[in-house]
């Protein structure tokens, strides 16, 4: 099963897993950051394995990373929209691989804006535009890739300029990216008080809450998206944050950490972890984290999970910048929370 999905994954779609696949090359050891431009991909590999790709498919609204793909060669990222699998959801075509955007920034959403949004309300969504690959590194246990995008109004104002880090780091049993977003205000932008943001990623089916019903969920604009109940047969997902907090009941709660274990068809275990950082705006985060699938760091929300709380409403005045730095460890086996807050406290250590 899980060699299918890989070789499925590089030979089905429009061209997406055929680009990795040609990068990737049994004989290259160390971690390759490939840039194709020419194809809207950079392609990176881990001894030649794949790991993931940075992409900017017009099919898309923002850049993402997809697929992402375990040391075991597990994919743990959800097919739809760009390569759908028998089995999955095929509810919130904006969930593709993982991203970083939000969904109210001067009342424009950037989160929710896919092909599927009609024409009459195209003109209240937004757009990160990929611009340029400025770097690209490759090393023996480390690759980076820094590049730039803008986010741009559904009037057509550019208004933040996003400049991004990945570092993608080998381990024994792991696999780790760091992204580092600084955006710069062209304009003053707001950040308003909202549940869609910021870090993202949507995942596979066995990655699931085994006990997520579905439902209608509404954007802050008031929005519905229904995710159908699914068979839930094969979904063995568990979310745990830094707080204890497990399962359904992390939705809305904060924490520096929050990790996703779960074990694939053929019974290998896998955890997903997310860590925020103590310089990042509204830290610790709260988690945006749904059993069907998504799961979010939003530190940029507050009366929206907690009507108790004041509303943060994050403000960048114009030509002034903040910076967002998390890491993304995908482990081949299941970490605890005493593993997660070793890695916390080295995340905290290494940038400052």
């Known amino acids: 099963m899980r060699k299918f999905l890989v070789l499925s994954l590089f030979l089905t779609g429009f061209g997406l897993g055929s680009g990795i696949a040609k990068t990737a090359d049994k004989g290259v050891q160390g971690?390759?950051?490939?840039?194709?431009?020419?194809?809207q991909r950079v392609d990176i590999t881990i001894d030649g394995k794949a790991f993931t790709s940075y992409i900017w498919p017009t099919s898309l609204k923002k850049p993402v990373l997809y697929p992402l793909i375990t040391d075991e060669g597990i994919t743990v990222t959800r097919g739809y929209p760009l390569e759908p699998r028998p089995g999955e959801r095929v509810d919130h075509p904006h969930h593709a691989g993982m991203w970083f955007n939000y969904g109210n920034v001067n009342g424009f959403?950037?989160?929710?804006?896919?092909?599927?949004?009609?024409?009459?309300?195209?003109?209240?969504?937004?757009?990160?535009?990929?611009?340029?690959?400025?770097?690209?590194?490759?090393?023996?246990?480390?690759?980076?890739?820094?590049?730039?995008?803008?986010?741009?109004?559904?009037?057509?104002?550019?208004i933040l300029k996003d400049t991004t880090r990945y570092v993608f780091t080998k381990r024994k049993g792991a696999r780790v990216i760091d992204?580092?977003?600084?955006?710069?205000a062209l304009d003053k932008a707001v950040f308003n008080d909202d549940k869609e943001g910021v870090l993202g990623m949507r995942v596979a089916h066995w990655l699931e809450s085994p006990d997520e019903k579905g439902g209608i969920f509404m954007d802050a604009n008031g929005r519905p998206t229904k995710v159908d109940t699914a068979?839930?047969?094969?979904?063995?997902?568990?979310?745990?944050?830094?707080?204890?907090?497990?399962?359904?009941?992390?939705?809305s709660t904060r924490g520096?950490?929050?990790?996703?274990?779960?074990?694939?068809?053929?019974?290998?275990?896998?955890?997903?972890?997310?860590?925020?950082?103590?310089?990042?705006?509204?830290y610790p985060t709260y988690w945006h984290a749904r059993g069907y699938g998504l799961f979010a760091a939003n530190p940029l929300g507050r009366s929206i999970f907690d009507p108790k709380q004041p509303a943060f409403n994050y403000t960048i005045p114009k030509d002034q910048s903040a910076t967002f730095r998390y890491r993304v460890i995908l482990f081949s086996h299941a970490a605890d929370a005493e593993e997660m807050n070793r890695e916390a406290d080295t995340f905290a250590a290494e940038y400052k």
């Open 31 to 39: 971690v390759q950051v490939v840039a194709d431009e020419a194809h």
């Open 179 to 184: 992204e580092i977003t600084t955006l710069q």
């Open 231 to 251: 068979d839930t047969a094969g979904a063995t997902g568990v979310y745990l944050t830094s707080e204890g907090v497990k399962g359904g009941a992390v939705w």
């Open 109 to 158: 959403d950037f989160w929710n804006n896919s092909d599927a949004i009609k024409p009459e309300g195209r003109s209240k969504m937004g757009t990160i535009y990929q611009k340029k690959v400025v770097s690209t590194k490759s090393g023996a246990n480390q690759g980076e890739l820094v590049v730039e995008s803008l986010w741009v109004t559904g009037e057509g104002k550019d």
């Open 256 to 282: 520096r950490w929050c990790i996703l274990t779960g074990n694939d068809p053929d019974k290998h275990v896998v955890t997903i972890g997310m860590i925020d950082n103590p310089k990042n705006p509204g």
